[in-house]
C-alpha cells in the first residue's frame, strides 16, 4: 500500500503565502517525480509544478516567479511555497506521486485526498 498526503492548505488574503507539504510512504521502491496540481470549481485539473527525482522542476507560467516546489528525497516529501497569492489561485490543491513499488512493476500515479486553498479578501 502506498499513502500520499498533503497538508498546508488553508485561506489566506491577496499577496500572502501559504506552503503546502506532501508525503509519500508505505511500500515504495522508487519515486520518479512528485507535483502539485489544482483544481478550481467548474475547471479541470492543471498540473502546477512538478519535480524530478534529479530536482529538475516545472511550472504552469501563471506560477513562474511565485510558486517554488521543493523536495526531500530522504523523506519521500515536496513541498510548495506559494507566496503573492492571488484569488485565482483558489482551488483544491492535489499532490502526485510517480512511482513504483519494486524493482519489476511499471510507474504508476499516487494521489493525496487534496487541500483546499481560498485566496480572499
Known amino acids: 500500500q502506498v499513502q500520499v498526503v498533503e497538508s498546508g492548505g488553508g485561506s489566506v488574503q491577496p499577496g500572502g503565502s501559504l506552503r503546502l507539504s506532501c508525503a509519500a510512504s508505505?511500500?515504495?521502491?522508487?519515486?520518479?517525480?512528485m507535483g502539485w496540481y489544482r483544481q478550481a470549481p467548474g475547471k479541470q485539473r492543471e498540473l502546477v509544478a512538478v519535480?524530478?527525482?534529479?530536482?529538475?522542476?516545472n511550472y504552469v507560467d501563471s506560477v513562474k516567479d511565485r510558486f517554488t516546489i521543493s523536495r526531500d528525497n530522504a523523506k519521500n516529501t515536496v513541498y510548495l511555497q506559494m507566496n503573492s497569492l492571488k484569488p485565482e489561485d483558489t482551488a483544491v490543491y492535489y499532490c502526485?506521486?510517480?512511482?513504483?513499488?519494486?524493482?519489476?512493476?511499471?510507474?504508476?500515479?499516487?494521489w493525496g485526498q487534496g487541500t483546499q486553498v481560498t485566496v480572499s479578501s
Open positions: 502526485n506521486a510517480q512511482l513504483s513499488r519494486n524493482w519489476y512493476e511499471n510507474r504508476m500515479d499516487y
Open positions: 508505505g511500500s515504495i521502491f522508487s519515486i520518479y517525480a
Open positions: 519535480v524530478t527525482s534529479g530536482g529538475s522542476t
